[in-house]
């Protein structure tokens, strides 16, 4: 049988271009459906669960029971499958297309790991459920304890930090803690102008005042600029290495050893791990505390903001101040330290409630052992390798900022080959979104003017990252030839075009309200 | 290996490509004494029959919470999740999907987080939500922290019924940042002691309801009192659930609510990833930690949502921003909201009162069991007994009848002199044949 082809155009030379100003009647487009936000559904006696009849005697509580209404709609089960289905289609992911998020690391997520961590014996397991109960759970921790400190060289690790910029805290909480011990409280923490915004916030957040040090012209830390401003007031340096513009600091273990010479603490922000994993050991560059995200080099997902984990390894000098808890072996298996007394006195405190981000301890474990140690080697040198094939293969159209050597995990350009062409970074990054890809990081690390930062990990394959370049390079013609508008209007092809962050920033509509939802854009028709 | 796609043909063909001889030419800027070259010590990769086998046996050396009768809480609670919401939660578009920094192509997450933010302020009482905190204790540690830059003053006062994980927690952060917190005395029912504790210095006070002992308290004298002086109430909730039976905090004067999510649409996961709530009067909005959402219309005029308000955040603001946090929790926020959404307004009101009949026929169980007293009167689906003996040992006890009988408050906080208090809780998921076990057992195991 062949296809039905009568009565519509199934030739390329059939279908009219695109024409500007084009609208569908009722606001969907294709396959994307204009969807409402649940509130405007008239769903508020609706409910898509079905209940056992409960006693609704709340005359027990008195006053406190509530008595005015809510104000929560619900739906059906199908119209709420159908809702989120919908918004799911708006969305860009890994799973569709590269996502060459610099310093993210948006690496494929392993769908066995999402089978463990479903396991009933991890998912349905309560925190403070008996410790005898809990024997599988504590083991985990432990190996993947374990298997962190083997692949960073470091003799301890904290487990409980939730994420990336919560393991900053927790490292320089130690820090301020081992300081302290010393009756030497001290003042400053010293930050590279090209470290990732999180790295000041936290330095501040512990009380500290921040001290930047310059760049050298091939994008490192300045070591001259280091030494003039390392002093008995300063607490640690925080170092992200390989560093935000995707380099190794060629001089890292004389960074350590200047910082460790006035008595400070070397603070490795290891966002960029995924790099070095399996081929290079922190430890042995003289670190003494670094976070780990499991959502970037241990491919937990990133969902769209989060649940990530942060777990901090920690130098002998610092290990004493962990925070509570932790996991020992005990005469009768394994046990969790949960109170600051005792042998546990110097521990600095708590991060947060109970053990930590035991979802994605169990999926970080079931990738690495997936990988084991060569696996992971081969992953950081992929992942290498695939920056420096997008380095090289667009080099000749692009300028990339640091021309000189290899890069690590990610590649990183300027803006200088867009001059003159009137066309933005930000106004190229759109562009590539008609092209079906993720915009590159932009406009970070702050040092380089216009930087796009391309990160491709390791689980891309050549055939999408030529795609991808080819892509780039096109688009590079386009900009030179003058194509502007193709740049300017972009997105056009997304669900939908450029979004007015001014207008939300100076009108804030942070919640929906019945009277003050923007009115639907007029149908065409009219 | 399963995860990489470069064959050694494609290795070979990018190194020509790059003009580097070798992988290690790209390694070369990595001093030579850091060079790994031996193997760690650590197993070679696995093939995920034999990974998965390994993480069978670890989980069936737990004792799963469905095995049989269970009653902890304290700060984490069984609830029965939608399998809707859990397959919604796994489709590629929401989880392998980023932070929304480019909005024309993520209005699938930002559209869900407005949902978020407007269900949770509505379940709070309060103006504005932000888009999730780590979890509530964290989040309890974040509004101490924003009392002190709204009112420019250093004293926390923690009530006595906070949760110890939530208080050392905020002491642990909020000291480091140069705050005086002061927790009071760990007490059953002493919430209104707050009162007299509150000053001309005092930033905030910080009261949690339903407690940690599970009594529920009416907070608004403390909210007059407060405010009177020039300080601002927050209110900690750790059992959302709660919020479709019990006056909200804003109704009761609340300036900042935070409260732990789990319970709405994300599972125990033996304490992680959570979801913090964090809700605030408008007028404070500027000085809130966290993401925030919101609304605005793309080229065309067609509405569409943005992240906003970022120059509060760490990526613009450095070591000026309100807050160090980046990553949230996206995904259970994500989880929350199509709970809620199913639950509607009809069905959370129904699941809460389910809830408080179930704690309701466990105090009176429990309560009728000889030399075990009830301590917690007004409570939603939580309470503390007193038992003649160490709690601890009487929970070992009771595991050898299969019963897992709560949390010992003693685990919580060893120092408070409470050895023999235990707290139960019970939810939905509680069958009353569960709730007549769990009473013969203990019955048995007092008379001994």
């Known amino acids: 049988m062949t296809m039905q082809t009568v009565g519509r155009p199934t030739r390329p030379e059939d279908v009219q271009p695109l024409a500007t100003g084009f609208a569908s009647l009722t606001g969907g487009r294709g396959l994307l459906q204009d969807e409402a936000l649940i509130f405007e559904r008239d769903g508020w006696n609706k409910t898509g669960v079905d209940l056992p009849e409960a006693d609704l005697d709340g005359s027990d509580l008195g006053d406190l029971a509530r008595a005015a209404p809510i104000g929560l709609p619900g739906l059906s089960e199908p119209e709420a499958m159908r809702h989120y289905v919908r918004l799911s289609q708006k969305n860009h992911a890994i799973d569709l297309a590269l996502y060459p998020l610099g310093s993210c690391t948006m690496k494929h997520n392993p769908r066995l790991n999402e089978k463990m961590a479903r396991l009933a014996g991890f998912a349905d397991l309560h925190p403070m459920a008996p410790v005898s109960t809990v024997q599988g759970a504590l083991a985990l921790m432990d190996r993947l304890s374990h298997w962190l400190k083997t692949l960073t060289g470091m003799p301890a690790v904290a487990l409980s930090p939730k994420a990336g910029a919560h393991g900053e805290l927790c490292g320089l909480l130690a820090i301020r803690a081992a300081h302290e011990a010393k009756g030497d409280p001290r003042r400053r923490v010293l930050v590279p102008t090209s470290a990732h915004g999180t790295n000041p916030a936290t330095a501040a957040f512990v009380g500290y005042s921040v001290t930047e040090i310059a760049q050298t012209d091939d994008g490192r830390v300045d070591l001259a600029d280091l030494e003039a401003k390392l002093g008995p007031d300063v607490a640690a340096i925080m170092v992200t290495n390989p560093n935000t513009c995707g380099l190794f600091e060629r001089d890292i273990i004389e960074i350590a050893r200047l910082t460790h010479a006035v008595g400070a603490y070397f603070y490795c922000d290891g966002a960029n791990f995924n790099a070095i994993v399996g081929r290079v050991r922190p430890g042995d560059l003289g670190v003494d505390a670094m976070h780990i995200n499991l959502h970037k080099t241990f491919s937990t997902p990133h969902g769209g903001g989060g649940p990530g984990a942060g777990p901090v390894v920690l130098s002998e000098a610092l290990a004493p101040f962990a925070p509570a808890p932790w996991v020992v072996h005990g005469p009768e298996g394994l046990t969790l330290v949960e109170e600051t007394v005792g042998e546990a006195a110097q521990a600095f405190g708590r991060m947060s409630a109970f053990h930590g981000q035991m979802g994605m301890f169990v999926r970080a474990y079931a990738y690495m052992r997936s990988h084991g140690a060569d696996g992971l080697r081969q992953v950081a040198e992929d992942a290498v390798l695939n920056a420096n094939y997008i380095k090289a293969r667009l080099s000749g159209a692009m300028t990339p900022a640091f021309p000189d050597g290899p890069c690590m995990h990610e590649a990183l350009f300027d803006d200088t080959w867009l001059e003159g062409t009137g066309v933005t970074t930000l106004d190229f990054a759109k562009a590539l979104i008609d092209e079906g890809f993720h915009p590159m990081t932009m406009y970070f690390p702050l040092v380089v003017h216009g930087a796009m930062l391309i990160e491709p990990t390791e689980t891309e394959s050549k055939q999408e990252m030529d795609r991808f370049c080819e892509a780039l390079l096109a688009l590079a013609q386009a900009a030179k030839a003058g194509d502007v508008d193709r740049f300017k209007g972009a997105p056009y092809l997304a669900p939908l075009r450029r979004l007015d962050e001014t207008l939300a920033a100076r009108k804030p509509r942070l919640t929906w309200k019945p009277s003050s939802g923007v009115a639907p854009a007029p149908l065409a028709a009219e | ?448």
């Open chain 2, 1 to 448: 290996m399963r995860y990489l796609p470069l064959t050694p043909d494609d290795r070979a063909q990018m190194l020509d490509v790059i003009g580097a001889a070798t992988i290690d030419d790209l390694f070369a800027d990595v001093p030579a004494a850091a060079r790994k070259s031996e193997p760690f010590d650590l197993p070679h990769h696995a093939g995920e029959l034999e990974v998965e086998r390994e993480l069978a046996n670890l989980a069936a050396m737990n004792r799963a919470a469905g095995a049989g009768p269970f009653f902890c809480g304290a700060g984490a609670y069984r609830h029965h999740v939608p399998a809707t919401v859990d397959h919604i939660i796994q489709r590629s578009e929401f989880l392998t999907s980023y932070t929304p920094y480019q909005p024309e192509i993520a209005q699938g997450t930002l559209q869900v987080l407005f949902e978020f933010q407007t269900q949770v302020a509505a379940l709070t009482g309060l103006d504005v939500a932000n888009a999730s905190m780590y979890d509530g204790s964290t989040a309890c540690a974040e509004a101490v922290m924003m009392a002190r830059r709204v009112t420019r003053r250093k004293k926390a006062i923690l009530s006595g019924g906070l949760h110890p994980h939530y208080a050392a927690t905020t002491q642990t952060i909020a000291h480091a940042e140069g705050m005086d917190i002061v927790r009071q005395t760990v007490a059953f029912d002493a919430e209104a002691a707050v009162i007299a504790a509150i000053d001309s210095e005092t930033a905030c006070v910080v009261v949690q309801t339903p407690n940690v002992f599970g009594v529920a308290t009416d907070v608004t004298a403390i909210a007059e009192a407060a405010h009177e002086a020039g300080a601002l109430l927050i209110v900690v909730t750790t059992e959302a659930v709660s919020y479709g039976l019990l006056k909200s905090p804003g109704e009761m004067g609340a300036d900042i609510a935070v409260a732990e999510g789990q319970s709405i649409g994300n599972a125990l996961n033996f304490g992680g990833p959570y979801i913090g709530l964090f809700t605030c009067r408008e007028k404070l909005v500027r000085q809130m930690p966290g993401r925030l959402c919101g609304e605005t219309v793309d080229a065309e005029g067609r509405r569409g949502f943005v992240l906003t308000l970022s120059t509060r955040e760490q990526h613009i603001r450095r070591d000026k921003a309100t807050s160090n946090i980046c990553t949230n929790s996206g995904l259970c926020a994500l989880a929350f909201t199509i709970h809620l959404t199913l639950l509607g307004e009809v069905g959370l009101r129904q699941l809460a009162a389910i809830n408080h009949a179930k704690a309701r026929r466990l105090a009176k169980a429990l309560g009728a069991v000889p030399g075990v007293e009830v301590l917690t009167k007004r409570f939603f689906n939580e309470i503390a007994i007193r038992l003649p003996g160490d709690a601890t040992d009487m929970v070992e006890a009771l595991l050898e009848d299969g019963v897992v009988a709560g949390v010992p408050f003693s685990r919580l906080d060893p120092d408070a002199g409470l050895d023999d208090v235990l707290l139960c809780a019970a939810t939905e998921m509680t069958l009353d044949e569960d709730i007549d076990a769990f009473a013969q057992a203990l019955s048995r195991r007092i008379g001994q």
